[in-house]
């Protein structure tokens, strides 16, 4: 079989993809991004193809190549990786009591027969009301500098919030159902590469 690459330095998708139990290689790609776009979803969808691209070009054997790129999004307006601690905190009183979504979009790409599909998926995500010495107390502990929107679902942050509508794997960074009938759209079915040793289950 054609072996699955994993465009992403994302802890959270190896260990999405490694639940599975299934084999798969990561490389990982410093392609520029960008904010902008016509959509949430295009904005999401492109940065998942420069990054998709941006391996393809620097293999040297062939591989199904597997892309994605997550964003937070309130009001229409990108909520990006806080550049400080304290920008850290103003997004997460931006987000306290209300609702956001959480945009993920997916590029792949069959290098041995030149199959490609993209795709995306949205979340909304409920926040609880959080008091500013939650907030802190959040902040000092995840310290959430390399997070989209200054959070995590998983760990302290699953204090967070109040409800999900929708994909709660998608919140993670890789939404599996999403993923699965992607790839089946190109020929590739994830269940027999699936092995029960690797699996892992919560």
Known sequence: MTPI???SASPRRRALLQALGIE?????SDAPETNSGASPESIVIANARIKRDDVCRRLEREGIVIAADTLVFKGGHVLGKPATLDEAR????????HTHQVVT???IVNTSDGRECEGSEV???HFRPLPD???DRFVEIVRPTDRA?????DGPGSLLVERYDGCYQNVLGLPMVRLHALLQEIGVDLYPRMHAERAAFL
Not at 91 to 97: D, E, I, T
Not at 149 to 153: I, K, P, R
């Open 123 to 125: 979340t909304d995500v």
């Open 24 to 28: 798969f290689e990561v490389v990982t």
């Open 5 to 7: 690459i994993l465009a």
């Open 105 to 107: 979009g997916i590029a």
């Open 133 to 135: 010495h939650e907030i």
């Open 149 to 153: 929107g200054a959070y995590t679902v």
């Open 90 to 97: 103003q997004m997460l009183r931006q987000l306290s009591g």
